[in-house]
């Protein structure tokens, strides 16, 4: 048995709670990404969530993983040597919801000293217009908040919000970052969502998962941050953010023991993975047999 909501979208791990800098898998073969209970009466049948202390075993297979060096592979074995526990959650994006900018408009609420905002109608990928954020300033920009933009929002029942992007270099994940606020100008976020990796000049649709989307309630400001410095004459795009429906199931204190499977074609190569220690925090898991 396969605890799984109709095939996981992506996983992600970190070793911090709070998902601050997760590693990524995507491109899942789904209905062979799941995870099980180490014994058969751990099977969840009742829709309960699980004690901690309980034992499971992982598949996550996958188009894009290997066990190259620095790869996810590689890094949860290092784990499984020091014996470090790491946080996994299981995500399933269902659908785009709620329109939460359609950047049609410049993001004019509060715009950096050094950056220009404005409406592009020449690179957009949804509507008429984008966001364009330019950095004018010789010097470039450092890391900070880049520009906001007012909004009024509810996003209690979203898992995830999606937007295109693009910047003109390449980007490392984290480098940019979305911040969501019940205050002014984002002075304080709820939320502080890593951008991606981002290939300069190239469109992406990303998806950032929530937190705590119960703490959503009452938005008033979205916003563009840098983490790192930007170049004179750098811009970044933004277009159309949606609230994404779906489900995100959590397993926490995982301490991985790895095994690499290698498919015979060289496609959709398998982590597995025996943990311990795990709680499930997703209160109405489903059951299904493949």
Known sequence: MLIIKGGYSFVEFDTVSAFTNPIRIDKLLKASTGFVPKTLTEDFADGKPGSAGKSL?????????????????????????????????????L????????????????????????????????????????????????????????????????KAIALWIQATSNKNRGDLEIDLDDTAACASPLERLPVPALTGGVWSRVNLVLSNPAALGTLISIGLKTTVALAQNEII???????????????????????????????HNAIKITGEGFSDTEANLLTTNF
């Open 57 to 93: 075993e992982m598949t996550i297979r996958s188009a894009n993983i290997d066990a190259s060096a620095g790869s996810a592979y590689d890094l949860l074995k290092t784990a499984e040597n020091a014996r470090t526990p790491y946080f996994f959650r299981f995500v399933k994006l």
């Open 95 to 158: 659908g785009e919801s709620l329109l939460i900018e359609d950047c049609e408009n410049a993001w004019n609420e509060s715009v950096n000293a050094n950056c220009i905002s404005s409406a592009d109608s020449v690179l957009f990928q949804a509507g008429t217009k984008s966001e364009k954020l330019l950095v004018n300033n010789v010097a470039g920009v450092g890391a900070a908040g880049l520009v906001t933009q007012i909004i009024a929002k509810n996003l209690t029942g979203m």
């Open 237 to 267: 795009h933004l277009d159309d953010i949606q609230g994404v429906t779906g489900y995100v199931t959590v397993l926490t204190n995982v301490i991985p023991k790895v095994v690499f499977e290698l498919n015979e074609a060289g496609k």
